[in-house]
């Protein structure tokens, strides 16, 4: 196999591939003229072995050939390296083909006899083209880029104003000040342990530090009440799910995970209504160990078992932030 006629290291490789010598002879002479390295090759299978050893820009390539014809190198090289420029040089006879080749990917064709100066522009336009295409798909991958960038961007806004509207909340009410902090951090060591998407973790963790949003809604008087709550008082403060689900809907309409956990935090996973809430300022704080031993108590009614399951083992592989402490357990 020859190797390139023109060894100069910047200029583009340029693969000719003709059963006919004179004919390869001719178009390596031209095409060295206009400034390409010329490879050549006697037949299909010939040119795909040049070109796992050479970087080739440009293929001028017979339709006719032994072995592999034209059509069947264009698909392979098609294959391989889709932005190597391929011109068919075809007879008179076989232009429908050519021209159904343009539809595989061929740049151009040439019909056979050809003057030097057709095979001059039509290369010329072939190159133009390909570098065309190529600017066009670099275009396209940075502006890929920064559309990415900018989604970044906006996420990061569209967090620093729910986490304004949670710290609005906790001005409101202090008693539950790190609350959705902590229900967030434990939300995704769940989601964690039992093996989710990072995507759908990054959902659940933020439908943990909003899931209480709604409590906005709630009057104060209530909220921080520091007694029993009337019934109109406990229905009232039970509104603040779906308060929390409206403020939050046009916010996170591309994540309905995290709505839905705004929406439900409340409702027990047997579907017979609402669980009990225990974040009121009257109740005796349960000691982590007893809060445990309570879920577990409820797995199944209340709970997801398998999220109950998925607790238990980060609790005992002490990956919930849990310490034991004198026999109890508390929050590290
Ligand atoms: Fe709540």
Redesign the pocket.
């Known amino acids: 196999m020859p190797g390139p006629r023109t060894p100069l290291a910047d200029s583009p490789h340029c693969l000719i591939v003709d059963d006919e010598p004179a004919l390869r002879q001719l178009l390596v002479h031209l095409m060295c003229d206009v400034g390409f390295s010329c490879i050549e090759a006697g037949d299909g299978e010939e040119a795909l072995a040049a070109l796992a050893r050479h970087e080739v820009t440009l293929v001028l390539s017979d339709l006719r050939m032994p072995k592999l014809d034209g059509l069947g190198l264009l698909a392979e090289i098609h294959r391989r390296s889709p932005d190597t420029a391929v011109v068919l040089i075809t007879g008179v006879a076989d232009v429908k083909i050519a021209v159904s080749a343009l539809a595989s990917g061929a740049m151009d064709y040439i019909t056979k006899p050809f003057h030097v100066e057709e095979v001059r522009v039509r290369v010329e336009q072939a190159m133009e083209r390909r570098r065309l295409i190529l600017e066009n798909r670099g275009y396209h991958e940075r502006l890929r880029e920064k559309v990415a960038l900018q989604a970044r961007r906006l996420e990061e806004l569209f967090l620093a104003s729910v986490q304004s509207l949670a710290d609005a909340l906790e001005v409101k009410d202090p008693y539950t000040r790190g609350h959705s902090e902590r229900v967030s951090h434990y939300c995704g060591v769940l989601a964690r342990e039992m093996g989710l998407s990072s995507e759908l973790l990054r959902r659940i963790e933020l439908g943990g530090h909003v ?2 949003i709604g409590k906005i809604g709630v009057r104060e008087d209530v909220l921080n009440k520091p007694a029993k709550l009337t019934k109109e008082e406990y229905q009232h403060i039970m509104t ?2 779906m308060v929390g689900w409206k403020i939050l809907a046009p916010l996170l309409a591309d994540t309905p995970e995290a709505l839905n956990i705004v929406r439900s ?2 409702e027990r996973f047997d579907g017979r209504g609402i669980a009990m ?1 225990s974040d009121r300022p009257y109740r005796l704080r349960l000691s982590m160990e007893e809060a445990i031993a309570e879920i577990v108590r409820c797995s199944g009614a209340q709970y997801d078992p398998a999220v109950v399951e998925a607790m238990m083992r980060a609790v005992d592989a002490g990956r919930l932030g849990l310490v034991k402490r004198a026999g109890v357990m508390e929050a590290a």
């Open positions: 899931h209480d603040h799910p935090h409340h809430t």
